[in-house]
């Protein structure tokens, strides 16, 4: 359904998220053996830090000269022969690629994994047209279109959230009759998408790096399916958000290292494949090859303090890292794009209405900005986003904002404070229940513990204990200043 | 050497006794110990939540308050907000309330001469081990931001290595996040539960009997809810455990010690 | 057609940005460091031939090193080794090369052999690539770090040959030995820029075809090849 994956409120997805007790095994599985992998990756290539500001410094690059670099790009798509739409919205994108299929009389179309073409919701707008076949062909996104076009839940394992036995079961219903053997049902569905390969006569594929000094572009598979999609069929629509682009091959062969070790702890991805347009005596690959460009929005970051975003390569890093996709998963966020970096572009890409709760879906551990492979600062962007809905936006209201507003008069005034140090033992007592404490030590001058305080403490309650304030005669500065009289720092 | 306290609103709100053991600490290895009156927050409660404007008064008035007394160095019991009073130049280059730049100045000078407690005692104070005994088994929780943000990911670790009677085990999954997140634990609270009760399932595996950590906040939520589940966990931040049972005779320098290994990742 | 809705779109980027379009040429790219081609650049030969071997066998990829006058036999043994035909090979110099006009004769005596052909038309050669059981092809190089074969298409050699069949072996000659991507890469584009390469496809193959979309377990064999062999030859 397009960026947005789902009709739920934020928190309806989370507590349907937090009931989904395999999906959440299987995250935190693939985030761990991912974990390792990554790691050793990185650390056998050596110098990972200097390799991450060499990725940056490209993909900066990039987006500051964006007009230029997607001008060479298109001049040189033309002198091969190809052609490249500007598309600025989805609308004029899926116009496009209907009217290219249309004019192919293209019945079988082949796709190769895409997040764009996703983003585009391009599958119902192809699934609409009579006498037209659609399949996705990466193994993953062949098991969501099986199972009723499902919503992927990340953006590099987009069915994460399904196990054997649920894809055992998709199969059946196509006519599998095997086990539950991974690799056993990996073979049907390479028969069974093997015949439908050979009929293709459209290709669509996404794109990992467009080449801007040569008009082609730079696709990354493990099954190489991308490559049957550019080799078989005799057209090829390549759809792009705008800013992938790099210089040269040069500088893709660096961010392809940098993205298979990042994404799955690979040395380099299994099929790197850089294509285009057919050169003449050659008889496969695309003899008819279109490049759509898209913005739909992602220009609104150029300019802003919002603009590094762009730099992404979608390894998916942030979000096998991340502490809350490892609890919430794809689904969760109910984007297209989940994880950290999903909470930055989604509400570029969609909006604050749709998508501001996104941002403060962090603790701000920062894994995600640790990870990054170009130095992307997802966790101070997401503070960001926080301040243009809060100061700039105004969007927050009611007892949560005016509390945030006095704490924040309360942490800038001395008098202020020191007046809360000598009232907040008693201050909360009439509002809230109490227990005593068992988790100890720690707590040893709370005397006891709120289990159910008012306004934002009933957040903090709702899952764990308070502790009461101490009284004042115990606090550190009355200690100290006692301390100090005793002759405490004699030496 | 002449010490400012960095006292953290947490703890001057709530953990009286994690600052008690700390001055006690440091002075026993030779500091004279200071704590500035007017000293309140770092900023991070309205900062991380997007109430900016709010913020730039709080950060004004911490760089006041630490300012005014002469030291050679602020200690702070928390890694959290040792890596944002260390962030404050970075910060305070969007602050539209600093047109002589006075408060960027002295916040240079601050974030110079700021340490988390566990990296001063090793790392500035060459100490390896505080001379401390504590009979217990017990796991170690990282913070976030203590060794992302702050980028210390080892002197806790080398110093508790040092502490007589002490037994540590390793805590799987130590690389993820509590849950705590400052505003993130209440706003977020249904997140925050699913992350946290992964945490107490991870450190209950190791079979510890005692948490220790650099921050208090994360011990307030894991401990929060430990509490919250009845079960026994001793809670304790890093001060308490180098300030247990001391004999001073045990104190030693970092040459008078094996060369730690570093950590290794996560 | 061609290029459509090109200025606009581009003017309105330029705009967000703030700053007027046509500036790369004044501010081209420079590589930030040089760690590409540093890395493992003080490798010997004979250092980079075991690394290649490494790295290849834990894909996992089935790795000879032969001498010339042994390829022939290596050849027919492979064929026998995974059923046999239908074969299908290049049509290109490099048998001629590997002296291997001989074995072409033998094998096609024994098995059903076709070549990709450059005055074939689309379907043909295609339907050759799909039947094929063995697809073989002559490797422009080898990368050491990441046990990957680098391949160009050309009249002679489709695309489909490497994807298509279901086994697939891959002869690269020991010269051909390089540390990483970062060399072959920059071969491609000095014989590009040459104008000795005109090709519309290059692919970096890295063992067979395989997915971890289920459960994240490493399965082979989902679109492309199910197996491939390295010969190096010694040259």
Known sequence: MGLSTSTLPFKERIAAAAKDKFAHASIAKAQDTQYTKRENARAELGNWQDWRKLGQSIRQHVIQYLPDYLEEFSDNVEKRGGNVFFAQTTDEANDFILNVIKQQQGHHVVKSKSMVTAELDLDKKLQALPDVSILETDLAEFILQEDDWDEPSHIVFPAIHKDRNQVHTIFKKLGYEGDNDPEHMARFARKYMRERFLEADVGITGCNFAIADSGIINLDTNEGNADLADSIPKAQIVVMGMERLVPSMKEAEIMDNMLARSAVGQKLTTYVTFEGQQTPGETDGPENFYVVVLDNNRSKALGTEFQEILQCIRCGACLNVCPVYRQIGGHGYGSLYPGPVGAVLSPILGGYEQFGELPFASSLCAACTETCPVLIPLHNLLIKHREVETDRLNMMHGFTDFQMKVVGKGTSSPFMFKMALRFKHFGLSPWTHQKPVTATNFFEYNNSMITKGPGMVGGWTDVRDLPVPPKHRDDFRVWFKHHKKQGGDAK | ?266 | MTIQNRDKFLDHLAERLGQPRHQLATHPYQQLNDLPQQTLSDKTPAELLALARKNSEALPVTFYEVAPVELPQLLTDYVTDKGGGPLLLPTTSHFADYQLTDWQKSIAADQTVNYWLPDADRATNLKAAEIANIGISFADFLLAESGTVTVSTNPGQGRALHFLPIHYLSIVPRSRIVARSTQAVAWYEKEQAAGCLDSSAIHFITGPSNSGDIEMQLVTGVHGPLDVTYVVVDD
């Open chain 2, 1 to 266: 050497m002449k010490v400012s306290i960095f006292t953290t609103c947490m703890m001057d709100l709530m953990f009286p006794h994690v600052g008690k053991n700390m001055v006690e600490v440091l002075e026993r290895l030779g500091c004279t110990v200071d704590v500035p009156d007017d000293q309140i927050c770092c900023g991070q409660p309205t900062f991380n939540s997007g109430y900016v404007e709010a913020s730039w008064p709080v950060m004004h008035n911490q760089i006041d308050a630490l300012s005014a007394i002469d030291c050679d160095y602020i200690v702070c019991p928390a890694g959290s907000c040792t890596a944002i009073l260390k962030e404050y130049p970075e910060l305070l280059v969007d602050d539209p309330n600093d047109p002589t730049g006075d408060y960027m100045a002295r916040a240079k000078i601050l974030s110079a001469k700021t340490y988390e407690f566990s990296q001063f005692i090793w790392r500035v104070l060459g100490i390896a081990d505080c001379g401390a005994e504590l009979d217990t088994v017990a796991t170690y929780h990282r913070s976030c931001h203590m060794t992302r943000l702050l980028g210390e990911r080892e002197t806790p670790f080398w110093l508790l290595e040092n502490v007589k009677g002490l037994e540590m085990r390793q805590l799987d999954g130590i690389q993820y996040c509590c849950g705590f997140g400052g505003t993130f634990s209440v706003k977020e609270h249904e997140i925050s539960e699913l992350m946290v009760t992964s945490k107490v399932e991870n450190i209950e595996k190791t079979g510890a009997e005692t948490l220790i950590s650099c921050d208090p906040g994360c011990l307030m939520n894991i401990g929060g809810r430990f509490n919250r589940l009845g079960k026994p966990m001793k809670i304790m931040h890093i001060a308490e455990v180098l300030n247990h049972n001391v004999d001073e005779s045990r104190i030693k320098k970092i040459s008078e010690v094996a060369t730690p290994a570093p950590a290794p990742f996560p």
